[in-house]
């Protein structure tokens, strides 16, 4: 059972991790324990996907496949530790010929400590307890202190106690994973001087509070926040004439998945007046009004949805081809607003438009030029993912302003799309989760490899003794870790 933990409690907790933490210090082992976690998770996939249900309403089907996610990322962060590229390991040697001379330079990344960790809602396995946060930080050698969301605390432990059983089997002390319940337990976790390091996922003003907290402390630390993202998506009059409906219909699957609760929910869509954006609304409309009204997570959450909805659609000049709404006592039925693209460029009431409204809805700005567009696009503020959909003539560059739209988007988030939806944020090397505030509040991805640095610091060691330093800087290599020397990649084998 969840008991919310008192301050002594937290500070118990983050003391033993930090103890602990030399216990990560082998990179064999720390793959070991996320492999191990990997597999105890899915051996209680039956215990987790009916406390997950029962707590979020979810369903089956979206669980099961969320803890195969979560389960590789685990997996997918032991095979970043094992090519250990994530090191970063430079040597330059001494050179009196440079100006000014070099003198024997060898860097290399360490993991920064204890990091917090604080639970989604909308994710409780994938960015929760085992969620990527946890996977990267364990994966730089960083104990972890994850402040559970209290939407699914049941779930929570069920994960928590599947982690600590792999630290057990592999050796490594238990203490390097924890879980606290509790708001007053977050803001005291984030504030212990033992922390070193932050991860949220979450809305913008929980998150900043967090963020303020953390940069407020006598020793501030990094704060990785996401925090909310309105995910613009621009239709080229062009490609709303060639595949108006196609477009439509693709958008309502995409601002319904999950009952409009993901964090890449195209949230605000940029479509032509006239009769090629006409047929993309018509699509649109019908495939919204063929969706089954859906449970959100809490009701403080279909509370905010439903006041958000009706502020929007009391604006002048704003319709609703199908209005979301309350479907029953604890469900709310999918919808979306339209608006002349001109409201928006104009600023004021309209604004809010312009920003999240958690849930099944979406805003569809009909804009009749170019100019429109881009005045807009002016407007926003950062975002996780920003979308194009072009033509098939735009695609060959031989019509159009394609390649104009894609650099208007880039400033805006931190992937970009084209002719596809956003939602839906694969596990991959390349993959980049994250942009410009407020989607979040660094410049680091919380999936895919490279999320993994987050969580570590850069030392260079200058003119050691090459028993002084650490395996991973000696010239013989031990470890057989990939590294540049003198600035150019070396050859292995």
């Not at 196609?246 to 958008?251: D, H, M, P, S, T």
């Amino acid at each position: 059972m969840a008991v919310e933990a008192t301050a002594e409690e937290v500070d118990r907790v983050v003391r033993a991790a930090h103890a602990a933490r030399g216990s990560l210090a082998d990179r064999t082992v720390r793959a070991a324990l996320l492999r191990t976690a990997a597999d105890l998770l899915d051996e209680a996939r039956d215990q987790l996907v009916e406390a997950a249900d029962a707590e979020t309403a979810l369903g089956p089907a979206r669980l099961t496949g969320e803890l195969a996610r979560t389960t590789y990322q685990l997996r997918a962060s032991a095979t970043v530790v094992d090519e250990g590229a994530f090191l970063d390991v430079r040597i330059d040697h001494a050179d009196a010929t440079q100006t000014p001379p070099w003198p024997d330079l060898r860097r290399y990344k360490l993991p920064l400590g204890v990091v917090a960790v604080y639970a989604a809602s909308n994710f409780p396995l994938a960015f929760s307890v085992p969620g990527g946060d946890t996977a990267s930080a364990l994966a730089a050698g960083c104990p972890v202190v994850v402040k559970a969301h209290p939407d699914h605390p049941a779930t929570s432990e069920v994960a928590a106690s599947a982690l600590r059983r792999a630290a057990e089997q592999v050796g490594v002390s238990t203490d390097v994973i924890a879980v606290v319940h509790g708001f007053d337990a977050g803001l005291e976790l984030v504030r212990h001087p033992l922390i070193a390091a932050a991860g949220f996922t979450g809305s913008v003003r929980g998150g900043r509070a967090l963020h303020d907290a953390a940069a407020a402390r006598p020793t501030p630390i990094p704060f990785h926040g996401e925090l909310g993202s309105l995910n613009p998506v621009v239709v080229t009059e062009a490609a709303a004439a060639e595949r108006g409906d196609e477009i439509g219909a693709g958008l309502a699957g995409s601002m319904t998945l999950g009952v409009g609760q993901f964090c890449t929910k195209p949230g605000f869509v940029l479509a032509p007046a006239g009769p090629a954006g006409d047929s993309l609304v018509k699509s649109l409309t019908d495939a919204v009004s063929d969706t089954d009204a859906g449970v959100l997570l809490d009701h403080r959450m279909r509370d905010n949805f439903l006041a958000g909805v009706k502020e929007r659609a009391e604006l002048a000049d704003v319709d609703a081809p199908v209005t979301p709404g309350a479907g029953g006592e604890h469900t709310v039925s999918a919808g979306f607003l339209t608006v002349p693209a001109r409201r928006l460029a104009e600023g004021g009431a309209h604004d809010v438009l312009l920003e999240e409204c958690f849930g099944p809805v979406t805003v569809v700005a009909r804009y009749e030029s170019d100019e429109e567009i881009s005045a807009v696009l002016g407007r926003l503020q950062g975002n996780l993912t920003a979308t194009v959909h072009i033509s098939a003539a735009e695609a060959e560059g031989t019509e159009g302003r394609a390649g104009e739209l894609v650099a208007e988007l880039t400033p805006l988030a931190g992937r970009v799309l084209v002719n596809g939806w956003p939602t839906g944020v694969a596990v991959a090397p390349a993959q980049h989760h994250g942009g410009p505030y407020p989607a979040t509040t660094s410049t680091s991805t919380s999936v895919g490899g490279t999320a993994i640095e987050r969580w570590l610091r850069p030392v260079t060691y200058q003119d050691t003794p090459a028993a002084l330093l650490p395996p991973e800087l000696r010239e013989e290599n031990p470890l057989g870790l990939p590294r540049r020397i003198n600035g150019v990649r070396e050859q292995r084998g």
